[in-house]
């Protein structure tokens, strides 16, 4: 199963040149990175990425994350993926663009 990490510009640089990364401001205050899945991801980005712009997602492998990753209840009480240890770069299966077009992210049509 493909899980989804969303990062602003600036986070997806400082990820691609370090090769690997804690996360982002609020993972780094979590104390654990959060990944959405597929029918998640929109929610995700409508609720802590309203109106920016810049957003590239990146796609992951779950299984191949390991048991660092733990599947807990979070928004609406549905299980989302939380990783409890730094990310790698060489773990990405794929990044693209999140294009923002008349006030929604634009998610790619292969989303699994």
Do not use: C, N
Not at 52 to 70: I, R, T, Y
Not at 77 to 100: G, I, T
């Amino acid at each position: 199963m493909q899980i989804y990490k969303i990062f602003r510009a600036d986070e997806w640089a400082a990820f691609d040149s370090q090769g690997e990364t804690l996360g982002a401001a609020i993972d780094l205050s979590d104390g654990f990175i959060h990944f959405s899945t597929a029918s998640q991801s929109a929610e995700t980005a409508a609720k802590h990425f309203a109106g920016v712009e810049g957003l590239m997602l990146l796609a992951f492998d779950a299984d191949a994350l390991g048991e660092a990753l733990k599947w807990e209840i979070s928004r609406g009480d549905a299980l989302f993926p939380h990783l409890f240890r730094p990310l790698k770069l060489d773990e990405m299966l794929w990044v693209k663009p999140l294009p923002f077009v008349d006030g929604l992210h634009q998610f790619p049509a292969d989303m699994a």
